[in-house]
């Protein structure tokens, strides 16, 4: 069971995309019987202004967004180049940390030490081998 936007079950609901948010508020106004009709009426012009500042700022993104992709463009930098210096950057990061380095060292130590068990140990057979001759 779930509420729809505007319905009666569930008055503080967010509008969807694309629904007027002042519609909204009006057809919710009979459950905030605490404003005036002047402050319903000045929050419905700011409510107004800010998402008219909202889509202008969007726009602004966009077109700066469009920009960007440009200049890489002309600078040759492509989503693959990006993707092989962010793994190349991320790999010297791993690399650089005292995690790494110490985990990096004790497996140097533990095959330096496997080395020799299995040199000692096929030691060991060879001289079996050649007492049973």
């Known amino acids: ?3 729809l936007p505007g319905s009666q079950g ?3 609901s ?4 694309g629904e007027d948010a002042v519609t909204s508020v009006g057809a919710a106004s009979s459950t905030t019987p605490d404003l005036t009709e ?3 009426q000045e929050l419905q012009e700011e409510l107004a202004k800010v ?4 889509q202008t700022l969007s726009q602004v ?3 700066k967004d469009k920009q960007l992709t440009e200049i890489k463009r002309k ?13 190349t950057k991320t790999w ?7 995690a790494y380095r110490r985990t990096s060292e004790t497996l140097s130590q533990a095959s330096l030490k496997a080395t020799a068990a299995f040199t000692n140990m096929g030691s060991a057979i060879t001289r079996k081998l050649e007492d049973v001759r």
């Open 1 to 3: 069971f779930f509420y």
């Open 10 to 12: 569930h008055p503080d």
């Open 14 to 17: 967010v509008p969807e995309v």
């Open 38 to 40: 002047e402050e319903r």
């Open 51 to 54: 998402e008219d500042e909202i």
């Open 61 to 63: 993104l966009a077109s």
């Open 75 to 87: 600078l040759g930098i492509t989503p693959l180049n990006e993707l092989k210096q962010n793994i």
């Open 92 to 98: 010297q990061e791993v690399t650089a940390s005292t």
